[in-house]
């Protein structure tokens, strides 16, 4: 990556930290796996979003981990809607 | 006490039971756990093993606080129940049953639960680490008593309720109680088991959310009213208290 992104975090109540492209990843991949999604299909819809958000990411200044949370559900909705639906919900589980 | 007494003894309990069982926290910590589970790539027989660990921990802690009171009740309280209990568990179960229409859930998103964060956040936190079954059996254990805010009306007055009647029908109530009340958190425990997507289960629960509501603090409310009635007002007319 060329410049440090920062991520603001959720309600502002946590300190801001730079955009982690491994973390975004490893969160999605965690979503997908979550609804039983065989590990190839995983893998790739991963890779796709990540690269896409990454690109979005890339042109702001900084963002909120909840606009991150908006677009990857919107991306991987294409790919897998049902991790997608997981993504964005399982913050509101509890 | 007659047997057609103690029918409708039993009868109550089971209505107090089906209340405690409309209340979600458990389930939501249950799914929460699976979820994680899932996600770690987790083998299906130690899921299995998690969500065994994990119901068996809520099954003791409501067998232990129905118990518990039970006996609590039972030592304070020598001959004929006085009308005060009885007052104090249908007041609790009727402002109960008001709250949760009004406050069970918090805005109009997911699942989210009208209970203090630092129980959630603790909840939440757990469900993530928890990776052996004797973890998820703690975590059941203290799933139930962060549901005590909505659970124990029910608990109190099912408790007045079982301790006039024999020790046999007492234990009988007992696991009963815990059994119905547990069995929303046994068919999710094995929906999850047998391969049912996390995502469908919390979407059905998303959907029907607000009819849950209604039901937990409708049910309340009744019985609130049903034992008050039963207890007080029959009662005093017939010279009872």
């Given at each position: 990556?060329?410049?440090?992104?920062?991520?603001?975090k959720?309600?502002?109540?946590?300190?801001?930290?730079?955009?982690?492209?491994?973390?975004?990843?490893?969160?999605?991949?965690?979503?997908?796996?979550?609804?039983?999604?065989?590990?190839?299909?995983?893998?790739?819809?991963?890779?796709h979003?990540?690269g896409?958000?990454?690109?979005?990411?890339?042109k702001?200044?900084?963002?909120?981990?909840?606009?991150?949370r908006?677009?990857v559900?919107g991306?991987?909705?294409?790919?897998?809607?049902?991790?997608?639906?997981y993504?964005?919900?399982?913050?509101?589980?509890? | 006490?007659?047997?057609?007494?103690?029918?409708?003894?039993?009868?109550v309990?089971?209505?107090?039971?089906?209340?405690?069982?409309?209340?979600?926290?458990?389930?939501?910590?249950?799914?929460l756990?699976?979820?994680?589970?899932?996600?770690?790539?987790?083998?299906?027989h130690?899921?299995?093993?998690l969500?065994?660990?994990?119901?068996?921990?809520?099954?003791?802690?409501?067998t232990l606080?129905?118990?518990?009171?039970?006996?609590?009740?039972?030592?304070?309280?020598?001959?004929?129940?006085?009308?005060?209990?009885?007052?104090?568990?249908?007041?609790?179960?009727?402002?109960?049953?008001?709250?949760?229409?009004?406050?069970?859930?918090?805005?109009?998103?997911?699942?989210?639960?009208?209970i203090?964060?630092?129980?959630?956040?603790?909840?939440?936190?757990?469900?993530?680490?928890?990776?052996?079954?004797?973890?998820?059996?703690s975590?059941?254990?203290?799933?139930?008593?962060?549901?005590m805010?909505?659970?124990?009306?029910?608990?109190?007055?099912?408790?007045?309720?079982?301790?006039?009647?024999?020790?046999?029908?007492?234990?009988?109530?007992?696991?009963?109680?815990?059994?119905?009340?547990?069995?929303?958190?046994?068919?999710?425990g094995?929906?999850?088991?047998?391969g049912?997507?996390?995502s469908?289960?919390?979407r059905?629960?998303?959907?029907?959310?607000?009819?849950?509501?209604?039901?937990?603090?409708?049910?309340?409310?009744?019985?609130?009213?049903?034992?008050?009635?039963?207890?007080?007002?029959?009662?005093?007319?017939?010279?009872?208290?």
């Amino acid at each position: 990556m060329g410049r440090a992104i920062d991520v603001v975090k959720r309600s502002g109540k946590r300190k801001s930290e730079a955009f982690d492209i491994d973390k975004l990843s490893r969160s999605i991949h965690l979503a997908c796996m979550s609804v039983r999604t065989p590990e190839g299909e995983a893998e790739s819809a991963t890779s796709h979003v990540a690269g896409i958000v990454t690109l979005w990411v890339e042109k702001k200044p900084a963002v909120t981990s909840d606009d991150i949370r908006r677009q990857v559900a919107g991306h991987l909705h294409r790919y897998h809607p049902e991790a997608a639906y997981y993504y964005l919900h399982q913050r509101s589980i509890l | 006490m007659t047997s057609v007494d103690t029918y409708i003894s039993l009868s109550v309990v089971i209505l107090a039971a089906f209340i405690h069982a409309s209340f979600q926290l458990s389930i939501s910590v249950l799914t929460l756990m699976s979820g994680h589970a899932l996600g770690r790539k987790t083998a299906r027989h130690r899921l299995i093993n998690l969500i065994g660990g994990y119901l068996f921990g809520a099954t003791v802690m409501t067998t232990l606080l129905l118990t518990f009171v039970a006996y609590l009740f039972g030592s304070l309280i020598t001959g004929p129940i006085p009308g005060l209990w009885w007052a104090i568990g249908c007041g609790a179960a009727v402002g109960v049953g008001v709250s949760v229409w009004l406050f069970y859930y918090r805005g109009q998103l997911g699942t989210v639960l009208w209970i203090p964060r630092g129980f959630a956040q603790h909840l939440d936190s757990r469900s993530k680490a928890t990776k052996s079954a004797t973890e998820s059996f703690s975590l059941g254990l203290s799933s139930i008593l962060s549901e005590m805010l909505f659970i124990f009306a029910p608990i109190f007055l099912a408790a007045l309720i079982l301790i006039p009647l024999s020790p046999d029908m007492q234990l009988f109530g007992i696991l009963l109680y815990a059994t119905v009340s547990l069995l929303p958190l046994y068919i999710i425990g094995l929906l999850i088991g047998s391969g049912h997507k996390i995502s469908h289960i919390q979407r059905w629960r998303e959907r029907n959310k607000r009819f849950l509501q209604f039901a937990a603090g409708s049910g309340l409310f009744l019985l609130g009213l049903y034992v008050y009635n039963e207890k007080i007002i029959v009662a005093s007319m017939l010279g009872g208290l």
